[in-house]
């Protein structure tokens, strides 16, 4: 039982091969609400790069760091897969080190590389997951 909880989650496969995360409309309203949140944080963080604006960079990827990470209710962290919780803290801590980075050296390159391997856990978790709702199916 364990093992569904805390490892696998509520998971089918989808008819196009990615794994489908079965969860209520409203936790998928709040998941999408997060990654539109990771969005608009990137979108501030090109922006300060092409402004050279470390202080806005580091605010905007603070916004998406480990300090958000505690508003995932626990009745839907059960059901989501391990590797999709790994991949989502890693993201959190992506962006913290992002803002360390910007706050503490300021070197505009590896924060354009840094930016680069976060958006890439972007592109991975679309590639491989998507959400559906009880009886439907997701994005």
């Known amino acids: 039982m364990g093992y569904v909880f805390v490892i696998r989650g509520s998971v089918t496969v989808s008819d196009e091969g990615r794994t489908a995360i079965v969860i ?8 999408l609400a997060e990654m539109r949140g990771f969005l608009e944080n990137l979108e501030a963080i090109t922006n300060g790069l092409a402004e050279k604006d470390m202080t806005k960079i580091a605010e905007s990827a603070k916004r998406g ?3 958000t990470e505690g508003q995932v ?6 059901k989501l897969p391990l590797e999709f919780k790994t991949l989502g803290m890693a993201t959190h801590r992506a962006f913290d080190d992002l803002a360390r980075e910007a706050t503490d050296m300021g070197d505009s390159q590896v924060v354009l590389t840094k930016l680069g391997k976060l958006i890439n856990n972007c592109t991975t978790c679309h590639a491989v ?10 994005e």
Request: proline fraction near 4%; charged fraction near 20%.
């Open 24 to 31: 209520s409309a409203g936790e998928r309203d709040l998941v």
């Open 65 to 67: 760091g480990m300090a």
């Open 73 to 78: 209710p626990v009745s839907l962290m059960v």
């Open 129 to 138: 997951y998507r959400f559906d709702t009880h009886g439907s199916k997701g």
